[in-house]
């Protein structure tokens, strides 16, 4: 290496080699291709309404790639890429069609092109409920909603929207959410005298607002992409938003990563019509109805103690109807398929007023 004569033979000599091997992987990447489409074609003999997209495949598709993969690339890097491959394979066929709570920019965009791949087809919906609407209608093939956040806690209009609905969660995502304060070519740095954001983002980054700018007027919008939009053309703006909506609109960082709590992340889930095959590490959502009575927690609890099954979530919301008095939302480790999840389910629906199972899907791998 102290021979610098031979950097640039060696240099060729490298990149002689990367070229190979470019080629090497584009053939495969072919044939990987043209194995997918195959598959596909199995797939409608047997049923020609059959769907290509399989949910509990591809976890485990990334799954093998994250514990098999040999460096020096990080697993989540490795499988990253992989999701691409899958994703352009499947859009042979057919490109799988998503909406999104929109407008384009948003965390959910992210969230459904990092769960779905780039070659997926977006689809901006202006509320939750029409995200839902436009799955059931068969417009699109699934739906992409925020549910929770590690700061700022559940997304209710998401498990509301879940209590009048047939459709089933198929997956789940989660965001590291990065907050950024952004400006235009416009804004005057010095002089920014107002903020826009989405009213969840102004409360992910309150101490870092309070600390930085005490005295700025915070307007609250509909999404931090609406915020980033805003900010084009008043000089005395910023917005508070992520990458996507960064690029979007072509802003400037004032300051990046704003967000109080670094590990600030949220998790999105996708709705489909379809009940997903058990992937091997799965998890399960149900929403159940008890009555106003002492003790239904506990009795809503029990069986899931007494299996030993792994609960990981537990929400309340008030029922909008007569009938349903409290409404809990659990999600715990397992799929419905396996014995012991449906031994418990089936005790919870005796103690319950009613039960819907929303969904069994693969842990979010990426
Ligand atoms: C190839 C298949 O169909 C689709 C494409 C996949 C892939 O490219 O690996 C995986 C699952 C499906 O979404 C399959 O079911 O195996």
Known sequence: MSDSSNAPLDLAALRQRI??????????ISERAD?????????????????????????????????NNPGPLHGEEMARLFREIMSACLALEKPIKVAYLGPEGTFTQQAALKHFGHSAISLPMAAIDEVFREVEAGAVNYGVVPVENSTEGVVNNTLDSFMDSGLHISGEVVLRIHHHLLMSSVTRQDKISRIYSHPQSFAQCRKW???HYPHAERVAV?????????????????????????????????????????????????????????SGTDKTSVVVAMRNEPGVLHDLLEPFHR??????????RPSRTGAWNYV???????????????SVLAEVRGRAQDMKVLGSYPVGVL
């Not at 070229?19 to 495969?28: A, H, K, N």
């Not at 809990?328 to 396996?338: A, E, L, P, S, W």
């Open 222 to 278: 509909s999404s931090n992409a609406e915020a980033a939009r805003l900010v084009k053309t008043e000089w005395h703006s910023a917005a508070i938003a992520g990458d996507m909506a960064a690029q979007l609109y072509g802003l400037d960082h004032v300051a990046e990563k704003i967000e109080d709590r670094p590990d600030n992340s949220t998790r999105f889930l996708i709705i489909g019509n379809e009940l997903v095959p058990p």
């Open 35 to 67: 194995c997918a489409q195959q598959v596909a074609h199995v797939k409608t003999a047997d049923d020609p309404d059959a769907v290509f997209y399989r949910p509990e495949r591809e976890a485990q598709v990334l799954r093998r790639v994250m514990e």
């Open 328 to 342: 809990f939302f659990i999600d715990f480790k397992g799929h419905i398929d396996q014995p012991d999840i449906a």
């Open 19 to 28: 070229d190979t091997i470019d080629s090497e992987l584009m053939r495969l």
């Open 307 to 316: 299996h030993r099954v792994d609960m990981t979530r537990l929400e309340t």
């Open 209 to 211: 607002l309070d600390a």
